[in-house]
Nanobody, 124 residues
């Protein structure tokens, strides 16, 4: 079993930055992929980006590429989502999730373990 807990959400002005953390426990994530998703009110949960824990390679949704960066610190068992140049349309609940494997996982149906989510609100 993998437990995930997000932190770092909050209120930020447009153009600002936030860094979300995803603290993991239960087992090492070697061999897993850690993904980030977001869900705005009344909308479906969308893929943001993911990192393969073993080698740190990443991939992103086109809507956030060049603004958001996913990373992980194996020693701290923590994943990160660095969000820069935030826009009001980035407002959502952000969640991290984990799945065993090193493929391309960009659907919420791919993931087995989920955190509870953290609210990010970007004001204009």
């Amino acid at each position: 079993q993998v437990q995930l807990v997000e932190s770092g959400g909050g209120l930020v002005q447009a153009g600002g930055s936030l860094r979300l953390s995803c603290t993991t426990s239960g087992r090492t994530l070697s061999g897993y992929t850690l993904g980030w998703f977001r869900q705005a009110p009344g909308k479906e949960r969308d893929f943001v980006g993911a990192v393969r824990w073993s080698d740190g390679s990443t991939y992103y949704a086109s809507s956030v590429k060049d603004r958001f960066t996913v990373s992980r610190d194996g020693a701290k068992n923590t994943g990160y989502l660095q969000m820069n140049s935030l826009k009001p349309e980035d407002t959502a609940v952000y969640s991290c999730a984990a799945v065993w494997g090193l493929g391309l996982f960009n659907s919420n149906k791919d993931y087995d373990y989920w955190g509870q989510g953290t609210q990010v609100t970007v004001s204009s």
